[in-house]
Structures are given as C-alpha cells and as structure tokens.
C-alpha cells in the first residue's frame, strides 16, 4: 500500500535504507491542519511590479513573515513571485534565478506561487511570449520541487489587481496544507468579485451547503472539510446507501437527505430540504458519481448510459432547477476528473462524462454569476478512495510510478479542501474553471 | 374534588425512520435489539439533525428482550450522537409496544412536560433470548446463596440432568398454550372469514407496499441496515393463485375450516422503528416538518381467556371508545392502519364493526359502527407484506400515516394494533 511505503521511506532504519538504495522517496505532504501557520517559515516575496508593496503589506496584515531577499533565511516557507507586469521574455531572467537562488532554502511542504497575467491573442506577442512562458516554468518548478512543496500560479485578467479578493483568497489556498496534493496548476481570477472571510479558520461560517454522492470516499471527506470550515452540512446519497450516509450526517451535525439524484424533480427535492430544514441554500457540490469502466470495444449501453446519467446528465438537470429557483450567490462546486482532460483506457463513458463537466461549467458560469454566484470544477488525479480500489491492481501499480512530482496519490481530503475554496464567497472571482487536484499528474479516475 | 385539567397542547408526528424489516433468521440474524434500534434512531437523527440535541425523552421497547437488556433504550441512546443528557427508559406492552411508547410520550407533550420525544420498538426472533429452566436456575439460585461447602453441595445435588434443556420463548399464550394463530384460527372462523378474503387482503399489502417503495415513498422513512434497503418479506410478484396453493398453518385441528395460512399471517421478523414527536413550538424552533397531530389513543383488553373474546378483538372496543370520546364515527377518516398480524385479525374486526349484534351486546352501541371503504385501508401495505418485529410495529405505522396524512393535506387517520394477552391499542392521527 502506498501509505505504508509512504511511512517506511520517510522514517528509521527503513528510510536510510530507501535513501541508499535509490528507491523513490515520496514525501509526507503538508495538510491543513486548523491552526498551523499558513506556511512552515518566512515567505520570499519577488518581482517590482507596481502591486508589489500593496501585496507585501496584505501579507505582513496576515501576520507573514515576508521578505524581499532570502539572504540569512535558513528555512523559507514560500517563494512568491509577482510577474504581473513583465512585458518581454528577457524580463523574466531575474525573478526566476533569484527564485532558483532560494529553492534549496525552501523547506519541506514550501510552497512556490507566481502571478501572473493570461496570454492572449490579443496581446503583443513579446506580452504573450512572456506570460505563457511563465506557464511552463512554473510548471517546470513543480517537477523540480522534492519534499513535498508545489508550485502554482494565479492568473490574473487585465485590470485585476493582486490584491483582489480572490487573487488573495487563491493566494491563501496556495501557499496553505489546504492545496497539499496541487502542483503545477494555475488559478485564473477573472474579477476583482469576492468577499475575504473574516476567519480564514471558518471560511464558510454561516453557510448552508449540499453535497451529493456524500455516503462514503471523497463525498463523506467533502462534507467533513465542509462542516469543518464552519457550514451546515445536506449530506444525499441514493437510499440504498442511506446507512453510511446517516453516519456522515451525524458526523458532521448535519442532514441527510435520501434521494436518487437521477431522478427528474431531484434538484426541486435538494432545494425543498435545504430551505425548510435550513433556511437558504449558499453551495451545492456535485460530487456522485459512478464508474463502469470497459474497453470502448466491449462497452455495453447500459454501462454508459448509467456513467453518462449519473456523472453529468443529471448535474444538468439540477442546474436547470437551481437557476429556475430564486437562490441568489449560489456557488457550485462540480466534481470533474483527470480523465476528463487526459483521457484513461477503459474509462470512455467516464472521461465523456468528466469531460462534460469541465464543459458544463465554462457555459454555465455566466448563468450564476447573473445571480451572484459561480460554478467551477475540481479534477482530481489519482485519489485513494473505494472507487479507484477497483482499478486493476497493475494499471494502479503503473499509475503511482507516473507521478513524477509528488510521486503519491491524493487523499480524499485533498479533492475536499479546493472544493471548499472554490465553494467560498471568496473565490467569487473566480467562475467557470477547472482546478486539476493530482500532485501534477493526470493519471487515474 | 378533582384539580382542573391542565391545559393541553397538540402534540405533532415530526417524522419517523425505521430500518428495512427482515424475515427471522435472514438478514439480521447476527444483529441485537440494541444494533437495530442504535441504527433506527442514527438514522432518524440523521434525517432531523438531532446530533447533540437533548431530548425530552425516549421510549421503546422490545417484546423479546435478554435479561442484560433491561436498559435497552437508554444503551441504544448512548450509543447515538444525541446529547448523553437525554432521558430513556423501556415500555413493554407486547405487540402495543411501540403504539404505548409514542402514545404516552405524546400525552407528555400535550401535557407540556416535555418539547421533544422519541417512540419505538425493536425486536428480533433470530437473537431471541433463552433461558435456562426453572429447575436449574432453582439450583443456581440456591447455590449462590450457599455459605458452607456442605450447603453448596447441598444445593448442587438437586440439579437433574432433565434441567440442562434450554427454554426459547415463544409466541404462545401462557394461560392458553395455545399459539397466537391458533387462537386467531377460532375468531377467524367464528367471524365466517374466508380462505379467499384472507389471501387478497394479503395480496393487497404486498401489491400497496411494493407501489409505495416504487414511488419512493420509503426514501425518508426508511434507512438501510446490514446490507438491506426493502423488507425481505415483501413479494411483489405474489398472486392469488400462488398464495391458494398454500396449505393452512394455523387452526389444522378446524380441518376444512382450516384457512390460516403462511401467506395470509405475518412471519417472524426482525426489525426497528422510531418515530420523533415534539411541540409545535418545538418543531418550529428546530425548523422541523409537522405530518400529523397524534390526536388520541386508546388501550383495551379483553377476557380470551375464559373464551369470551378471541385473543386479537380489543381493538374493536378500544375503537369504539376513542370514537366516542372523540364524537367521531367509524367513517369520519381517510386513512385506516389496521395492523395485519393475520388476514383474520383485520377481517375478523371489520366484520365485528360491522355486526349489529357484536356491537348491541358487546360494544353497548344501539347501532353497528358500519363499514369501512376499503380503498382507504392499508393503503400502502401493511404487516403482511413488511413484517411484524413486534415492539417495531407501532412505530412503522404512525411515521407511515403521518406522511400519508401530510401529502394528503387533510383529514384523519385511525390505528388499530391488536397485541398479546387479549390486549390492543388504537389511536386518531390528524393531518398537518
């Protein structure tokens, strides 16, 4: 098992052992943990765009200690680096070697985070060259980072300034335990939207949320980050998993709702129990889902059909209803896949379906956004869970020695805790995008 | 001189959970009355979001109940996420079980000394308790109180070989010896019930109940258990023709007037049922749906005994009385839950409802309290189809009318249970 590998190379006898023979030695990442600091030491800030001491001072707001040099630092916690303004490939020399400069001080579970502007086909393409530049070497970072630290960046559009509400917010995220298993990816910030919490502790303090397919794995894990994070947890699953579900509602004080999602009136049922039982409903997350994997050759209607109408078709048809519903900044969450984006033998009918989703939330985000809220994704990668335990056990095995950054799979926590950063008030900025959750892999469902 | 009644308060159905029932010896044979219970009440907690809340109280019971059992209710609470500070306690009134827990626990209620309530039963045929025999257990007893080595030795030599057979309960009438279908065989045939009526009224259960699990009628009044998630006993492809070819169960000494069958009398089933009760004040605060008032109930009992009444009649006289201290008439409801422990039982009291002379001599009415539109009867099955698990009976059908109740929107609803030892209980739901 990966955990008990996980714990052998990292501790005793056994990790001198694996040290000395060469064996991959994937680290024990850095989760969130209610209380520990935002990052395990100082934060290197770089880069003299304009926005630069606006930012630093936010940060030192947050109680950071933020430097503008690493000269003297043992241990740095974080690297970030402000590229908002560069306009030429050439500009990019000096904040990535001060940045090379520091890595070996970054400690384990540091976090790198640039920011940036998107490329577009508008732009001057020395201004183009250099923002998609940023793309591969911040992804490049990632691969080079050991000790389970992880770069990323946050992309803000024109006019958005690094000091908005959810630049902020994806900053926290980022540099936090809460983006443990996020490596190599980019959050766009497509609006200066969004409210900052007032406990970074309780980000959805007051909140009604519901979360589907929550009986078991990455569902019940989502309910738990949920409630944890200070909302009042819906917790539904199809009845004839309705034992375990009961056990996740009393977990987490919340309640549970009985009800096949497929079913036509399913969202009018979300929204009736939600509003009688608590008043308003804030965050829906689409997480139920099922496999049936199969060779296209050997795929059978039934196998489809069933993956397509669970895993998308339905989400659809909920969506239509809370649109139709008076539900003002109501924000979804909806659980993609790596297979999605990448493709996985045998997962056809799945990756059609995750696929979908990703599809589902770029054209539905104006939609909500016309009602205050949004609607993004989550991709997770290869997550330890009930479900990716019926993958073969060989194309498992090949799966883990694929994951050339953190060389690990994700926990179910990992998926939850972006899913509760998308599902924040904060993060009202940011709409119609996927957030891939896979240690920089895209192997596995 | 008597005090003034204190004023009284409605007290409302919330809602109810019970576990899928399983036919004995199935699917549960390996759970205890406190496991279903635990999962009964986890279950309702879960639904209502009760997690630490302390509750007024909690009653419930088990008919067939171990000896290390006798805080069955109070354990399974423990056992939940309710807070530790809830009170508990066990009612046993045979198959009334579960209709005397809430019924009281409505009366507390209505009586304003508690907001919130909790009412029940559990019981399993597959992990029955068994005692040892009473020449044994004399042995041990005066064993224990045994000083000397001499007195000990003393008390041993009494133990007889004979003692070691074990003594399961089981469902005859002590005064009797006779089986509970064997007695309901003679009422059945005392009220001229046919073979052919009893097996369409089962018919009928299993065809309503298998239409209510189609139309999802069980999702929020049933959670799964052990792997189950619809009673077992239910068959919704049973026929007429099918349940004609069963031989008679009960009764075999009537010979041709022999028609109690397996198909037209309940099995042994294992199961658990809980249903939450409060104020309105109480449901208000908590923002918690209001089904039904719990109106009224009614206990009677009757001397079968003496063979003046058949075993299973009391609730024909309890639902005389509670129409009369109601000024309501038999057919002044929408729904009626008349508990099927056999086909007979349910056709042997319509009938009697119906009798001029039962309800003259017997009842002490000047006229039949009439029929019943049968539409209107079990009409999304009852015990037949779902199983009986004694003290779980009750619980099952007050969260079941409650919601008939509430979708309807109107009217009222009547139970009717008939129990062990000649007694039964009956009560008036009201719809919210």
């Known amino acids: 098992m990966a955990d008990k590998y996980l714990e052998l190379v990292n501790s005793g006898f056994t990790k001198n052992l694996a040290k000395s023979l060469g064996l991959p030695r994937p680290s024990i990442l850095r989760r969130h943990t209610p209380g520990a600091p935002l990052v395990p030491g100082p934060l290197l800030l770089l880069g003299d765009s304009s926005g630069a001491q606006e930012l630093a001072d936010t940060l030192l707001a947050w109680g950071l200690d933020v430097r503008r040099h690493a000269v003297g630092v043992a241990r740095l916690g974080g690297i970030v680096l402000l590229l908002d303004e560069l306009a030429d490939p050439g500009e990019l020399s000096a904040p990535m070697l001060a940045a090379g400069a520091a890595l070996r001080q970054l400690a384990p579970g540091g976090r790198v985070v640039g920011i940036s502007r998107p490329a577009l086909p508008a732009d001057a393409p020395a201004v183009a060259a250099v923002r998609q530049g940023i793309d591969g070497a911040l992804r490049s970072v990632g691969r080079e980072l050991r000790g389970g630290a992880t770069a990323n960046g946050i992309v803000l559009a024109e006019g958005v300034p690094a000091t908005a509400p959810s630049a902020l917010a994806a900053l926290h995220f980022l540099l936090s335990g809460r983006s443990a298993y996020v490596s190599g990816q980019f959050l766009a910030v497509d609006s200066a939207e969004g409210k900052l919490p007032e406990d970074f502790g309780r980000p959805l303090a007051g909140k009604v949320a519901v979360v589907t397919g929550a009986a078991r794995g990455i569902g019940a894990s989502i309910a738990a980050t949920l409630h944890r994070d200070g909302a009042t947890v819906v917790v539904v699953d199809v009845p004839a998993a309705g034992d375990a579900l009961a056990k996740v509602a009393n977990q987490v004080a919340g309640t549970a709702l009985q009800l096949d999602i497929t079913r036509p009136d399913a969202g009018e049922k979300i929204i009736e129990h939600a509003l009688a039982r608590h008043g308003h409903l804030d965050i829906v997350i689409h997480n139920a889902g099922i496999t049936r994997d199969k060779l296209l050759a050997n795929m059978d209607a039934a196998r489809w059909d069933s993956v397509i109408a669970v895993n998308i078709s339905s989400q659809l048809a909920m969506n239509e209803a809370f649109l139709a519903a008076d539900l003002p900044g109501l924000r979804i969450v909806s659980l993609a896949s790596t297979s999605g984006i990448a493709g996985n033998r045998g997962q056809t009918n799945y990756a059609a379906s995750k696929g979908g989703v990703i599809g589902m939330v770029r054209a539905s985000a104006a939609a909500f956004a016309a009602k205050g809220g949004g609607i993004n994704a989550v991709a997770p990668g290869f997550i330890e869970t009930d479900m990716t335990a019926k993958i073969p056990v060989a194309t498992r095995a090949v799966a883990r020695m694929l994951m050339p950054s953190l060389m690990q799979g994700g926990l179910p926590v990992d998926v939850a805790e972006a899913i509760g950063f998308l599902a924040s008030d904060a993060a009202a900025g940011i709409n119609g995008r996927t957030l891939r959750v896979c240690g920089q892999s895209l192997v596995g469902a | ?432």
């Open chain 2, 1 to 432: 001189m008597s005090e003034p009644l204190q004023a009284i308060r409605p007290a409302v159905v919330i809602g109810g959970n019970r576990i899928p029932f399983a036919r004995s010896n199935g699917a549960y044979s390996k759970a205890s009355n406190q496991d279903m219970l635990t999962a009964a009440l986890d279950g309702l907690i879960a639904r209502f979001g009760l997690q630490g809340q302390r509750l007024g109280a909690v009653a419930a019971g088990a008919v067939l109940k171990h000896s290390k059992d006798f805080n069955l209710v109070r354990e399974s609470v423990l056992g939940t996420s309710l807070s530790a500070q809830t009170p508990a306690y066990d009612v046993q009134m045979a198959c009334a079980t579960g209709m005397e827990a809430i019924g009281s626990l409505a009366n507390k209620i209505k009586l304003g000394q508690i907001d919130s309530a909790i009412g029940g039963g559990v019981d399993t045929t597959s992990d029955a308790p068994i005692a040892v025999s009473e020449g044994l257990r004399a042995v041990l007893m005066d064993l224990s109180r045994a000083r000397s080595t001499s007195a000990k030795l003393k008390a041993l030599s009494k133990f007889r070989p004979r003692d070691l057979a074990p003594h399961a309960p089981g469902t005859g009438e002590p005064r009797t010896g006779l089986s509970m279908g064997d007695h309901q065989a003679i009422t059945t045939k005392a009220w001229n019930v046919s073979r052919e009526a009893q097996d369409e009224l089962a018919l009928a259960s299993h065809k309503n109940l298998a239409a209510a699990y189609e139309r999802n009628f069980f999702d929020d009044l049933i959670t799964p258990f052990a792997g189950v998630s619809r009673d077992t006993n239910l068959r919704a492809d049973s026929t007429l023709e099918k349940l004609a070819t069963l031989k008679p169960a009960f009764g075999r000494n009537l010979g041709a007037d022999a028609t109690m069958t397996a198909g037209n009398s309940t099995p042994l089933t294992d199961g658990a049922s809980a249903v939450l009760l409060g104020s309105e004040e109480y449901a208000r605060e908590n923002d918690l749906p209001m089904l039904a008032n719990f109106v009224d109930f009614e206990a009677a009992a009757v001397d079968f005994v003496h063979g003046a009444e058949g075993l299973l009649m009391a609730p024909a006289y309890a639902v005389a009385r509670i129409l009369e201290r109601n000024n309501l008439t038999l057919q002044d409801f929408d729904f009626y839950e008349i508990h099927e422990a056999f086909a007979g039982t349910v056709l042997s009291t319509l009938a009697a409802w119906e009798s001029e002379d039962f309800c003259k001599n017997k009842l002490g009415l000047d006229a039949p309290l009439g029929s019943i539109d049968r539409s209107k009867l079990n009409v999304n099955g009852s015990s037949l189809a779902a199983g009986h698990p004694f003290a779980a009976t009750g619980g099952r059908i007050v969260a079941t009318l409650a919601k008939m109740l509430h979708e309807k929107g109107s009217g009222r609803g009547l139970i009717s249970v008939c129990a062990a030892g000649g007694q039964g209980v009956v009560a008036i739901l009201e719809a919210r």
